[in-house]
T-cell receptor
Framework: GDSVTQMEGPVTLSEEAFLTINCTYT??????LFWYVQYPGEGLQLLLK?????DKGSNKGFEATYRKETTSFHLEKGSVQVSDSAVYFC???????????FGKGTKLTVNP | NAGVTQTPKFRILKIGQSMTLQCTQD?????MYWYRQDPGMGLKLIYY???????DKGEVPNGYNVSRSTTEDFPLRLELAAPSQTSVYFC??????????FGSGTQLSVL
């Protein structure tokens, strides 16, 4: 069945470091791809999305490119801030439906 | 700017007790969802609804029930609570699916 694999955490970085969180998926057809972020004590919120191959989603300095050939959607940010500390979830749609499959999440801690 | 409101925020149940987790949204979204989040795991879909009067099972529906009598409300019922239902529960809504708006969660412990 459809699945998603995220880089294991936790990830600890210093402020202004470069961030990459890997995400690969298996899916039938051409899923839409999402990154959600969960700040401490809160529910998830949409960070960015891409709906077709080669699309680049971006928001708050984060970017991710829909790579159909490698079935990947890696999250990147050039210079992280302490306020980026959160858990990040990769979520492709499932089996041509509009239901999302969530990865296990990657916890990021950014130290000043 | 209420968005998706969940109550209660915390609850402790004894094994065999029942309870209802409340969820209401004020964005007039057709789609609503219930997820559970276990430590170190992604979210698992329990039930979802694409409109008032329509509900369907997700990945892990056993031990739960839902109803959707109005667009705004989507309560989740736990009957005969078990320790395996200890989790954080999130309700979410969406205008068309895909972009979900989450509530702040209910932390439930079954002892």
């Amino acid at each position: 069945g459809d699945s998603v694999t995220q880089m294991e955490g936790p990830v600890t970085l210093s402020e202004e470091a470069f961030l990459t969180i890997n995400c690969t998926y298996t899916a039938t057809g051409y899923p839409s791809l999402f990154w959600y972020v969960q700040y401490p004590g809160e529910g998830l919120q949409l960070l960015l999305k891409a709906t077709k191959a080669d699309d680049k989603g971006s928001n708050k300095g984060f970017e991710a490119t829909y790579r159909k050939e490698t079935t990947s959607f890696h999250l990147e940010k050039g210079s992280v801030q302490v306020s980026d500390s959160a858990v990040y979830f990769c979520a492709p749609t499932q089996g041509g439906s509009e239901k999302l499959v969530f990865g296990k999440g990657t916890k990021l801690t950014v130290n000043p | 700017n209420a968005g998706v409101t969940q109550t209660p925020k915390f609850r402790i149940l004894k094994i065999g007790q029942s309870m209802t987790l409340q969820c209401t949204q004020d964005m007039n979204h057709n789609y609503m969802y219930w997820y559970r989040q276990d430590p170190g795991m992604g979210l698992k879909l329990i039930y979802y609804s694409v409109g008032a009067g329509i509900t369907d099972k997700g990945e892990v529906p056993n031990g739960y029930n839902v109803s959707r009598s109005t667009t705004e409300d989507f309560p989740l019922r736990l009957e005969l609570a078990a320790p395996s239902q200890t989790s954080v529960y999130f309700c979410a809504s969406s205008p068309r699916g895909l972009e979900l708006f989450f509530g702040s969660g209910t932390q439930l412990s079954v002892l």
